[in-house]
């Protein structure tokens, strides 16, 4: 793929982090911080994925994005994305958003396949994002979110994937109007 790929996942990035910035409510920024992530078609490494350098915190109430969309900016998001892709090719796209309970409830009362990991049950030597996505997947068969309750110095995590920035985004944004003032 040549370089049109690349500017066009960057380009949906772009976008993308203009509506979480503008809609999504803070609160579903996790401690480590956020980031989106989009593949160039038929991605096999980090390299082909686009994310925020520095992902983006939460700044008083604000949204903000550290740095700029790069390639290979995230390799966190990229280890998602790219797993993802080996069960549905179609499945590009993935941003992490804060876990709780109570987000949790929310999102399992939207039209969204929901799974998750124990991270307790990891093998040795894996990459936790590797083995984790792929615990959650199957043939042809992505969830739209899968969460983990963290471990030892790894915070809990709900990650959010779709076939492009856009419908991730469009989950988030579903998401927070829920939250509302809700205590998480």
Same mark, same amino acid.
């Given at each position: 793929?040549?370089?049109?790929?690349?500017?066009?996942?960057?380009?949906?990035?772009?976008?993308?982090?203009?509506?979480?910035?503008?809609?999504?409510?803070?609160?579903?920024?996790?401690?480590?911080?956020?980031?989106?992530?989009?593949?160039?078609?038929?991605?096999?490494?980090?390299?082909?994925?686009?994310?925020?350098?520095?992902?983006?915190?939460?700044?008083?109430?604000?949204?903000? %994005?550290?740095?700029?969309?790069?390639? !290979? *900016?995230?390799?966190?998001?990229?280890? =998602?994305? &790219?797993?993802?892709?080996?069960?549905?090719?179609?499945?590009?796209?993935?941003?992490?958003?804060?876990?709780?309970?109570?987000i949790l409830k929310i999102l399992k009362?939207?039209?969204?396949?929901?799974?998750?990991?124990?991270?307790?049950?990891?093998?040795?030597?894996?990459?936790?994002?590797?083995?984790?996505?792929?615990?959650?997947?199957?043939?042809?068969?992505? %969830?739209?979110?899968?969460?983990?309750? !963290? *471990?030892?110095?790894?915070?809990?995590? =709900?990650? &959010?994937?779709?076939?492009?920035?856009?419908?991730?985004?469009?989950?988030?944004?579903?998401?927070?109007?829920?939250?509302?003032?809700?205590?998480?």
């Amino acid at each position: 793929m040549g370089p049109d790929g690349k500017e066009k996942v960057i380009e949906a990035v772009q976008k993308a982090i203009g509506k979480i910035s503008e809609y999504m409510n803070p609160k579903l920024i996790p401690e480590v911080g956020m980031n989106i992530g989009f593949a160039i078609p038929d991605a096999t490494s980090v390299s082909d994925v686009a994310a925020v350098e520095g992902r983006i915190v939460r700044k008083g109430d604000a949204v903000f %994005p550290v740095g700029d969309v790069k390639m !290979g *900016a995230s390799d966190h998001v990229a280890r =998602i994305i &790219i797993t993802a892709m080996k069960y549905d090719p179609e499945m590009r796209a993935a941003a992490n958003v804060r876990y709780s309970d109570v987000i949790l409830k929310i999102l399992k009362d939207m039209p969204l396949e929901i799974r998750s990991f124990d991270r307790s049950r990891e093998p040795a030597g894996v990459s936790t994002m590797d083995w984790g996505v792929a615990s959650c997947c199957s043939e042809d068969d992505v %969830p739209d979110v899968i969460y983990d309750l !963290g *471990a030892v110095g790894k915070e809990p995590m =709900i990650r &959010i994937l779709g076939e492009d920035p856009a419908s991730v985004v469009n989950n988030i944004l579903m998401l927070s109007e829920r939250i509302n003032d809700k205590i998480l």
